[in-house]
């Protein structure tokens, strides 16, 4: 139960601040060598479950105002869910069996970090109003690439809507929108499988899991929005690259 209340903070806070919450889910265990339940993608899923849930507390009023009124926005957020859908189905097994090492974490840390830096000398002037099929693409083809652990969802498609012009807590914004029908997805997929699988899970501790991240995750979602408004995303690139640091130190020291 403590474990999963620690991965469940864990994934809360680190699924939108751009640091890749599956990394971190993924080194959790790893360091500590936790085993069972909580090392599962399952768990994982479950976890994610938790922040769906939180991005439904902090946006339904959005999706509300969208699916009522802003038809041509929501078409853009069906196409740019379709690469990240696709992705998603066709390599889950890949994702989940050769993609889960920490030094393919490391370097994705670092390789995403620097794309930051550079998506952060991008002139922003686009807010929402302004997205067009061109950027939903872009954004989209980039979410799906974060299913490589150690990219970050949050991380590579805020930066590239830095790239695509757009004002940082408004490509903070979108890329929150565009996670929730991928993460639904995702959740629904794993559950029932979850369910329907050979493998009996606890549901006390996925329990405790999911409203551990929902609360941290509505907490991290407005913290992001509101420290977009102000800084750039350099602290949580400094942050990643320190990380990296330390798994490439914990590989040698365990090797």
């Not at 209340?5 to 680190?14: D, E, F, H, K, P």
């Not at 690439?145 to 914004?173: C, K, Q």
């Not at 609360?215 to 977009?228: D, E, P, Q, R, S």
Request: with cysteine; net charge positive; glycine share 8%.
């Amino acid at each position: 139960m403590l474990e999963a209340i620690i991965l469940g903070i864990v994934q809360g806070i680190t699924e939108f601040l751009p640091v890749s919450s599956t990394a971190h889910l993924i080194l959790c265990p790893w360091f500590f060598n936790w085993s069972g339940e909580v090392d599962t993608l399952t768990f994982d899923i479950a976890l994610h479950a938790g922040t769906l849930f939180a991005l439904i507390l902090c946006f339904w009023r959005d999706w509300i105002e969208i699916i009522s009124k802003k038809r041509r926005l929501l078409g853009l957020i069906i196409l740019a869910s379709i690469p990240a859908g696709t992705a998603g189905f066709f390599l889950n097994d890949i994702a989940e069996n050769d993609l889960r090492e920490p030094l393919i974490i490391s370097i994705m840390l670092i390789a995403v970090g620097f794309l930051m830096l550079i998506a952060e000398k991008v002139n922003k002037y686009k807010n929402m109003e302004k997205t067009g099929l061109k950027d939903a693409i872009i954004i989209g083809i980039a979410q799906a690439i974060a299913i490589i652990p150690g990219v970050s969802r949050s991380g590579i498609t805020i930066s590239a809507g830095l790239f695509r012009g757009f004002e940082r807590e408004t490509a903070a914004r979108f890329s929150f929108l565009l996670s929730t029908p991928i993460i639904a997805g995702a959740t629904i997929l794993h559950i029932r499988e979850a369910f329907t699988g050979p493998v009996n899970y606890d549901f006390k501790v996925f329990s405790i899991g999911i409203i551990t991240s929902c609360v941290t995750g509505f907490i991290a979602i407005n913290f992001l929005l509101n420290f977009l408004k102000k800084y750039p995303l350099n602290l949580f690139v400094y942050y990643r690259f320190l990380l990296s640091a330390i798994i490439i130190a914990s590989i040698w020291l365990k090797g």
